[in-house]
């Protein structure tokens, strides 16, 4: 909320800058975006007098005027526009002045000296309504008799250092210049002077004879107050108002509709203003929206409402949303005789949901969804009136309606001194809890030595227990004086959760393998599932859907890593980066059953690599080095989603459980990710993985006895694996196995088609004896004859 | 005899102390001093002398054998030396030919930090508890005291799954759901990914990581918050990193704080980084609102505690000088490398 220092210096003396002030502030819990001048973005415009204003010679449009700018001799401007004449007064910009549009330069135009310009309104960026005919065609004139050379900013009412609060959430009172003032003085420790309101009233009759309410809606609308204001003249609001109004940042418009945004800012009060003969019957109705109704808002825009939508209606139509903004049929124009006057207290939630539903958002409905106090409703409104009176704009008809049917009951809050100290940590003497609270409008006593009795001003909103308390006297007394200290408590065991720590490990052992993590958003494009191409029925096509997402590119949560991973290999590729070895480990999402249900939540790594060098076996390596790590050894098989390569896929899984999958990504998949190079790509199921890990007891004792080497060449079909073979072998050769490594394959005529040899070379070794040549040649037979049975596999000749 | 011994003597010696390689010595032993050699045909000839002189010249041809073989062997470690100096003299390599590539990774830049944030919370008796990413609204907000409809809403904008279902939009809900289950003490922290309807720019991301801590035992005061961030700070980025708390709101904490760091950058003189203030404003604080407590069904008279909560991204932008969060979410394999 912006405020100039002047409106605010009205109500509390502030002897210091505005810098100064506004970190008292900020230190003390009042927010402050910053301090800035009105008028800043320009300098040197003067008031000048045009003493003569005749014809450019070279030119159909340009006038060659002498200004008097209080300097010795006047001095000569060239001028464009069409409402330049001599006597008149106008904001002249002098040579190395500063315009937002740029800097104003001496200069020649079309052979005439021209020592300045002449300036219109949005030349210097200032509004219509703040000065009278700024709004006009054409340059300002200056009505007023000010001394040529005077800066127009004095003219203008501009150069008043405002100040830009940020009002925090549990501080709606302090969304006006009362509300400010009033914690000013809390904190510098001065006095806060509100005006005397009183109202004169003048003509015949009372409220009733003019106009009728009816609140239908309590709940929704629990206070109301109105007034009549007769024989009203339009016109514009005196300077001192608009120079506030535009420092708060409103734009001034009219004395009638100028009162009621002063009001609003200085109490916090949102009103409105009806045109009443506009208001049919003259009955306003506080009610709620019928299903369907229409209504043309004052922005012009039209809204179909609801039944939980609150309006103001007249005995025919909803004419504006409560709280939030009127209707243009009521609207006040030049030529309006008779005003009523709202000040209402409308309910928070209503209010907000209303105004989210309709996408309409006002100071007004900001404040009343902060909350509005309703106790000061009616001293909001007789403000109103009261500045009716200063500005002599009409009458204020004697009596008012207000509807308050249930008013608030004051909190009253117990505090313990002792109790509150222990909270915050720091000592505070009772009594000084008693006049910091004092001080805040707390009507506080402190009984005997630890009790304070607090009665809670009905505008603090926010206050309701002895917390609340404490905060008010720990931001007065100053949070520097919160000592560091720590906990003197019992110890407890600091650790990360099995979770988390087998994360980590999974992560350490990827990054000593060389890869770099990536993170990637948790949700994704639904479009980018479709291009993994998986079956109709896959449930990675089920997704928790977001119903509000930032775009459909942002909508769904990951049911897979793989369509990130994907995307970032391709961002990489497109930035030049050719080789990479990347992992993300991160959560997917499984949507529940059933509506109401969280959805299940794995934690899934996906790694990927790609450039020089890097093929299936790298990716491969990765997860079975991976796995090793944990203890893990487990069986591969060619298999695995139809995203992969159909010959360069595998699955890996432990006693049938899937563990792993990667393989190649099939071109078509890369091809829609843009991506032109081979990628392989390994997912690990780390829940799955996590409960295998195998502890590591210790060491195997080291051999006393020598080992034995046999290599054997075994001649089998293509489609045989090497790798399966060697399971075999292991399995066959069994306990006195140390070792079995593949050394070749070889394909040749001599062979025949389809077929190939693969040579091993296995190690085997007893712990406690030396084998002997028939134990070893037993073995050896074994092996050949597990391989014969179950691959076909002949010895090579 | 006595005269040939001289002579195989000295002409022996001479050649060993020419010999140029340890293979020319070699050659030279076996011919004076092998089966075969001259000093051994010597000695195999001393049967033809009278017996009488026979142990004076046995004496001779030993002092000769053994003059050689010392001359020999001296003469071989000088050889060996000097072999092993021309062996390493050929073996030398041009050092400042690069290696091969470095073949380690790296953890990315935001899991570095908050690693380190974890370590340093652990180290001071906390520990880590997980929750779900898709959070019910009843732990997200309502059990921190953010009622429906509430404006305190309206500051993290949220993405709804279904009308009570969101992602959540701060990591506090595992702070509700561990409250809502354990007894104190409590000493907790929980990182971990969050989400707010915020497009993505040089300071926001819809998708960061929060690190948020609560501490519920007796007699907690918010000097024990602050002795515990200051701690934090000087482990986190340095000795002379002090905090400044801010009175502020925060629907789940009363009394609140912003807390601000000193400014890393410039150690609080005041710079381009922190505006000139010395101070960046880094985290969330404040005394656990007693209505939390007892809406999570423990005894506000008997227990009090804290709370706090950081952006990782925010803290690991400081930490690392980076000046665009969304270099984060890049995943640019030049930015990431220089992790390693």
Redesign the interface.
């Known amino acids: 909320m912006k405020v100039p220092m002047k409106w605010l210096k009205e109500y509390v003396d502030i002897n210091m800058s505005a810098e100064d002030y506004a970190s008292r502030m900020?230190?003390?819990?009042t927010?402050v975006e910053g301090v800035e001048k009105t008028g800043a973005q320009f300098d040197k415009v003067v008031v000048g007098y045009v003493v003569s204003c005749v014809d450019h010679p070279n030119s159909d449009h340009l006038h060659i005027c002498m200004v008097d700018v209080g300097e010795e001799e006047p001095i000569q401007i060239v001028c464009g526009a069409p409402n330049v004449h001599a006597g008149m007064r106008v904001a002249a910009a002098l040579d190395g002045a500063h315009l937002p549009g740029g800097k104003i330069k001496k200069g020649k135009m079309r052979g005439e000296v021209s020592m300045g310009m002449l300036c219109s309104g949005p030349e210097l960026d200032v509004p219509a309504g703040l000065y009278p005919h700024i709004g006009d065609e054409g340059i300002i004139e200056i009505f007023e008799d000010v001394k040529p050379g005077t800066d127009v900013k004095e003219v203008f009412g501009l150069g008043d250092d405002i100040v830009d609060f940020e009002i925090?959430?549990?501080?709606p009172d302090c969304l006006s210049v009362w509300g400010l003032a009033r914690e000013s003085s809390a904190v510098l420790d001065e006095h806060f002077v509100m005006p005397e309101i009183a109202v004169e009233e003048a003509g015949k009759g009372t409220f009733d004879d003019y106009a009728k309410v009816e609140v239908l809606d309590d709940e929704n609308c629990p206070r109301y107050c109105a007034r009549v204001i007769t024989d009203v003249k339009i016109g514009p609001s005196p300077k001192w108002m608009r120079e506030y109004l535009y420092g708060a940042g409103v734009r001034p418009i009219n004395n009638i509709v100028d009162i009621t945004n002063f009001v609003m800012l200085e109490t916090g009060h949102p009103m409105h203003a009806f045109d009443l003969s506009k208001v049919k019957e003259q009955t306003i109705v506080v009610r709620r929206a019928k299903p369907g109704e229409h209504l043309v808002t004052l922005d012009g825009k039209e809204h179909v409402l609801d039944e939980s939508m609150l309006v103001i209606a007249d005995k025919e139509n909803a004419t504006g949303l409560a709280g939030i903004m009127g209707g243009e049929e009521s609207e006040i124009v030049d030529d309006t005789a008779s005003v009523l006057f709202e000040c209402a207290a409308f309910e928070?939630?209503n209010n907000?949901?209303t105004a989210r539903k309709l996408g309409v958002r006002t100071e007004s409905s900001g404040r009343f969804?902060?909350g509005v106090c309703p106790e000061t409703t009616m001293e909001a409104l007789d403000r109103a009136c009261m500045l009716v009176n200063m500005l002599e704009c009409g009458k204020v008809v004697p009596g008012a309606y207000d509807h308050y049917p249930n008013p608030k009951a004051p909190v009253e809050i117990e505090a313990s001194v002792k109790r509150i100290c222990?909270?915050?940590?720091?000592d505070v003497p009772g009594e000084t809890m008693e006049d910091i609270l004092n001080r805040l409008y707390i009507d506080t006593t402190l009984v005997g030595e630890d009790t304070l009795h607090c009665e809670i001003p009905a505008f603090r909103l926010d206050m309701d227990?002895?917390?609340?308390i404490?905060?008010e006297v720990?931001?007065m007394y100053g949070?520097?004086h919160?000592?560091?200290?720590?906990?003197?408590?019992?110890?407890?065991?600091?650790?990360?959760?099995e979770?988390?720590a087998f994360a980590?490990r999974v992560?350490a052992a990827?990054?000593?393998?060389?890869?770099?993590?990536?993170?990637?958003?948790?949700?994704i494009s639904p479009k980018w599932i479709e291009k993994l191409n998986l079956a109709e029925g896959d449930p990675r096509r089920k997704t928790?859907?977001?119903?509000?997402?930032?775009g459909e590119d942002?909508s769904v949560?990951r049911t897979t890593l793989v369509p990130s991973m994907l995307n970032?290999v391709a961002?990489?590729m497109n930035?030049g980066?050719m080789d990479?070895?990347?992992f993300e480990l991160?959560?997917v999402?499984v949507p529940a059953e059933k509506?109401?249900d969280?959805?299940t939540?794995k934690t899934a790594l996906c790694v990927s690599a790609f450039g020089e060098g890097v093929d299936f076996y790298t990716v491969k390596n990765i997860v079975v080095w991976l796995l090793a790590k944990f203890g893990v050894t487990a069986s591969i098989e060619a298999a695995g989603d139809a995203y992969y390569h159909p010959g360069r896929k595998a699955v890996l899984s432990v006693d049938g459980v899937k563990i792993a999958t990667l393989g190649e990504i099939h071109p078509d998949v890369a091809s829609a990710f843009d991506i032109a190079k081979r990628v392989y790509v390994a997912e690990v199921d780390l829940d799955a993985l996590m409960p295998l890990e195998k502890p590591f007891y210790g060491i195997k004792p080291l051999p006393k006895f020598p080992a034995v080497s046999r290599d054997i060449a075994v001649v089998v079909d293509e489609c045989v694996g090497a790798g399966t073979m060697m399971d075999a072998i292991r399995k066959a050769a069994a306990k006195t196995l140390e070792d079995v490594k593949l050394f070749d394959i070889y394909r040749g005529d001599k062979l025949g088609r389809g077929r190939k040899s693969v040579a091993y070379a296995i190690t085997l070794r007893a712990p406690d004896r030396t084998l002997t040549d028939e134990e070893i040649n037993a073995t050896m037979d074994k092996v050949l004859k597990a391989l014969n049975t179950q691959f076909g596999a002949e010895l090579r000749a | 005899m006595e005269k040939m011994l001289r002579e195989i003597r000295e002409r022996v010696l001479k050649n060993i102390e020419e010999a140029k390689a340890s293979s020319s010595l070699e050659q030279i032993r076996v011919g004076a001093l092998g089966k075969k050699g001259e000093l051994t045909g010597l000695l195999r000839g001393m049967g033809k002398l009278p017996p009488e002189e026979r142990p004076k010249m046995g004496q001779l041809v030993n002092d000769v054998r053994a003059a050689l073989e010392a001359k020999l062997e001296e003469r071989a470690a000088e050889l060996a030396e000097r072999e092993k100096q021309a062996r390493l003299a050929a073996e030398t390599i041009d050092v400042t030919l690069p290696g091969p590539e470095r073949?380690?990774?790296?953890?990315?830049p935001?899991?570095i930090v908050l690693?380190k944030m974890?370590d340093i919370?652990?180290?001071?008796?906390?520990?880590?508890?997980?929750g779900?990413?898709?959070?019910?609204d009843h732990y997200n907000f309502e059990l921190l005291n953010v009622p429906?409809?509430h404006?305190?809403r309206?500051?993290q904008d949220t993405?709804?799954?279904?009308d009570?279902?969101v992602?959540r939009s701060q990591t506090s809900p595992v702070q509700a759901r561990v409250m809502t289950t354990r007894k104190p003490?409590i000493?907790i922290i929980s990182p971990g990914?969050v989400?707010r309807?915020d497009?993505a720019d040089a300071t926001h991301s819809?998708?960061f990581h929060q690190m948020e801590g609560l501490?519920i035992?007796?007699?907690?005061?918010?000097?024990?918050?602050?002795?515990?961030l200051?701690?934090f700070a000087r482990q986190m980025l340095g000795q002379g990193i002090q905090t400044?708390?801010?009175?502020?709101?925060f629907?789940f904490t009363?009394?609140?704080?912003e807390v601000d760091l000193t400014c890393a950058n410039c150690k609080g003189e005041g710079c381009r980084m922190c505006k000139g203030t010395g101070w960046i404003e880094v985290l969330g604080a404040g005394?656990v609102?007693?209505?939390v407590l007892e809406m999570c069904g423990i005894d506000s008279t008997k227990y009090?505690g804290f709370a706090f909560g950081m952006g990782v991204e925010r803290m690991t932008l400081l930490k690392y000088n980076i000046p665009n969060l969304r270099y984060?979410?890049?995943?640019?394999?030049?930015f990431?490398?220089q992790y390693?």
């Open positions: 900020v230190m003390t819990g927010g925090l959430a549990n501080r928070r939630a907000r949901i969804e902060k222990r909270r915050i940590g720091v227990g002895e917390a609340d404490s905060e720990l931001r949070y520097d919160i000592p560091s200290t720590l906990m003197n408590a019992v110890t407890m065991p600091g650790f990360r959760d979770k988390t980590d992560k990827l990054v000593g393998m060389g890869l770099f993590e990536v993170l990637n958003y948790s949700f928790v859907t977001l119903r509000n997402p930032l942002t949560m970032t961002g990489n930035r980066n990479g070895k990347l991160s959560r999402f509506a109401g969280l959805p939540e | 073949g380690a990774g790296s953890l990315h935001m899991n690693s974890v919370f652990v180290g001071m008796g906390y520990e880590v508890v997980d779900p990413e898709v959070e019910y429906k409809n404006p305190a309206d500051a993405f709804y799954v279904e009570n279902i992602l003490p000493r990914r989400y309807a497009e819809p998708v501490v035992d007796e007699n907690i005061t918010m000097g024990d918050l602050k002795g515990t200051d701690e400044r708390f801010r009175p502020s709101f629907p009363e009394p609140s704080a005394m609102n007693p209505k009090s984060l979410y890049e995943n640019d394999l030049r990431l490398t390693r």
